[in-house]
């Protein structure tokens, strides 16, 4: 987006806030304020064409009929309130006078309000064609050559943003931003010993790649799925290693309970609810202020997976399990934000 385009939509924007406050101020009748809410609607997708067709690629023609009543009446709100904005200002300057009867002079000020701006919306649009497409953009962040039928479109919950998902499943040695060091089988050996619990195969195999570190941008479903479904159904990903997005090293793995230590006394009563139950048997794999990954081996040798936010009081509720490592690395994806 170059400063000409950003410079029209804040002109096309100013300009129909005070077109809808304007026909409020003329006490035009409040009728106006249904066909300037289809006008408003009509500018509101001219300017974000981009992320309707984004909204196309991922839903179809029956997502984008279901997300334009709700645009519609967003539109209907907003004109509303400008309106009886302008009326109040209106009144309270002009108190002569009374609000009119619909007429066509409300016809042509709607069509000169959408022509008008429409106009200015084509010229953003026309301007921004040659700009990079976002999904190109998107693509262009991945270091292998993929194309738009590698991947395919959801929503990442946390930053709530439109994002990219590649098909492919993750290896350990795609997991990691850069290469560093693997993890030696002593180091391996040391660390199970020093937590008194094996550390599942599938995890000791990245370690073996890398002993932690950044991570790439990875996300997984919301949702306990199968790694067997068509994973492009998920609308809800996250990324389950936070915002510090890194898996920790052997030599930092510990419990959640001798975690939790670091700054809280077990023994002192005022800090008992920040211990959640079970958090001796739980070893952090990643954890960003109370958001934590975590194998749970509360149930026995074979950990499951756990990913929640123990700072909610309901976290038990909340949390997501994955009945093994395997089950939770094989539901790994990379990502990319769809720029604006």
């Known amino acids: ?19 809808g406050l304007t026909a409020g101020f003329l006490k035009r009748s409040p009728w106006i304020i249904l066909p300037l809410g289809v006008a408003f609607t009509v500018l509101f997708i001219l300017g974000k064409l981009r992320h309707w067709r ?12 279901a997300a334009l009543p709700q645009t519609i009446l967003v539109q209907l709100i907003l004109v509303g309130l400008l309106y009886f904005v302008g009326l109040g200002f209106g009144f309270l300057l002009y108190p002569v006078g009374y609000v009119q009867q619909f007429g066509r002079f409300d016809v042509i000020y709607t069509l000169a309000t959408l022509c008008g701006a429409g106009m200015v919306g084509g010229l953003i649009a026309l301007i921004e064609r040659d700009l990079p497409d976002p999904i190109q953009r998107a693509l262009s962040r991945f270091e292998s050559d993929v194309d738009e039928e590698d991947a395919f479109y959801s929503r990442h ?3 709530e943003r ?12 795609a997991l990691f931003h850069s290469d560093g060091v693997p993890a030696s ?35 997984v479903p919301m ?10 159904e998920v609308r809800h990903w996250f990324n389950p290693f936070g915002g510090n997005n890194e898996l920790w090293p052997l030599q930092r793995l510990k419990t959640l309970y001798d975690v939790i230590c670091e700054h809280a006394d077990p023994d002192d009563p ?12 739980m070893i952090v794999l990643s954890r960003w202020y109370d958001q934590t990954l975590f194998l749970d081996y509360g149930s026995g040798a074979s950990p499951v997976v756990g990913y929640v936010d123990f700072k909610k009081s309901d976290w038990m509720e909340r949390a997501i399990y994955w009945p093994d ?4 690395f094989g539901l790994l994806r990379r990502r990319a934000d769809i720029p604006d």
């Open 270 to 281: 005022d800090y008992a609810d920040q211990f959640p139950a079970g958090c001796e048997t």
């Open 185 to 219: 089988q002593g180091e391996l050996r040391a660390t199970q010993e020093r937590l008194g619990f094996l550390l599942p195969e599938s995890l000791s195999a990245i370690y073996r790649v890398q002993n932690g570190g950044l991570v790439t941008d990875i996300v």
């Open 223 to 232: 949702t306990e799925e199968d790694p067997e479904d068509d994973l492009s």
């Open 1 to 19: 987006m170059n400063k000409l385009s950003i410079a029209l939509r804040i002109i096309m924007g100013v300009g129909v806030v005070l077109l």
């Open 325 to 328: 490592f395997e089950t939770f």
């Open 157 to 159: 919950s946390y930053h």
């Open 54 to 65: 984004i909204g196309y690629q991922q839903e179809g023609l029956k997502g984008l009929a």
């Open 162 to 173: 439109d994002v990219l998902v590649l098909r492919d499943s993750m290896t350990p040695e």
